[in-house]
């Protein structure tokens, strides 16, 4: 059965702060890692990772994947209080079928 | 670009009714259509894939007869909960993909069903 396990489950952070979110899973016939932010509603698209050692990079967030551990991280850096949100990673296999881990809470204070 | 639309956006109805939920990319045709469904405080759950024109394959423990899936065209795929029950009561969220391989996929605003 596939498996993703984010850590940690939830964070709570100083506006400012650095913040490293971690992925690990084991799916059948993996393709691609997807990470998403989910505030209110539906997941909004971060990341997509395919190869192994390939930092993404957007603006403070930045993400890598490891296919040799089964792991990804997601970095945010000088964290604002609008990054407050719920993180989920979702590895997909080639069937794009998407699994869900229960998602990283980040809480950033002011 | 990659805008997916869900309607409604809520909905309660009463036990024994069916409800429909539409969703739609916007801005591009989407191949495959995906819906999740997330209950409080957990992560999302594939419930079905469809492919336009083709029968949606469901995933382990779905009611195939119960979440009725129609992917008739490219950028319209719906759900129908048939005779709900409180139990369906949930977030409903679908996602498209603009084609096959390494395609990220794009999510709609979710649909929050309430039986009563």
């Known amino acids: 059965e596939d498996k993703v396990v984010q850590s940690p489950l939830s964070l709570v952070v100083h506006e400012g702060d650095t913040v490293t979110l971690n992925c690990s899973y084991e799916v059948t016939n993996f393709r691609s890692l997807l990470w998403y932010k989910q505030e209110k509603k539906a997941p909004t698209f971060l990341f997509m990772l395919?190869?192994?050692?390939i930092e993404k990079k957007s603006g403070r967030l930045s993400s890598i994947l490891d296919k040799k551990e089964l792991f990804s991280i997601l970095n945010i850096t000088a964290t604002q209080t609008g990054d407050s949100a719920i993180y989920l990673c979702a590895p997909q296999s080639s069937g794009d079928k998407l699994t869900f881990g229960t998602g990283t809470r980040l809480a950033v204070r002011p | 670009g990659a805008v997916v639309s869900q309607h409604p956006s809520w909905v309660i109805c009463k036990s024994g009714t069916s409800v429909k939920i539409e969703c739609r990319s916007l801005d591009f045709q989407a191949t495959t259509m995906f819906w999740y469904r997330q209950f409080p405080k957990q992560s999302l759950m594939l419930m079905a894939t469809?492919?336009?024109?083709?029968?949606?394959?469901?995933e382990q423990g779905v009611e195939k007869d119960k979440f009725l899936i129609n992917h008739a065209s490219l950028t319209l795929s719906t759900l129908t909960v048939t005779s709900a029950h409180p139990e369906d009561s949930s977030f409903y969220i679908c996602?498209?993909?603009?084609?096959?391989?390494?395609?990220?996929?794009?999510f709609g605003p979710g649909t929050r069903l309430t039986v009563t």
């Open positions: 996602s498209a993909r603009v084609g096959y391989g390494d395609y990220e996929q794009y």
């Open positions: 469809s492919n336009e024109g083709s029968k949606a394959t469901y």
């Open positions: 395919t190869s192994s050692g």
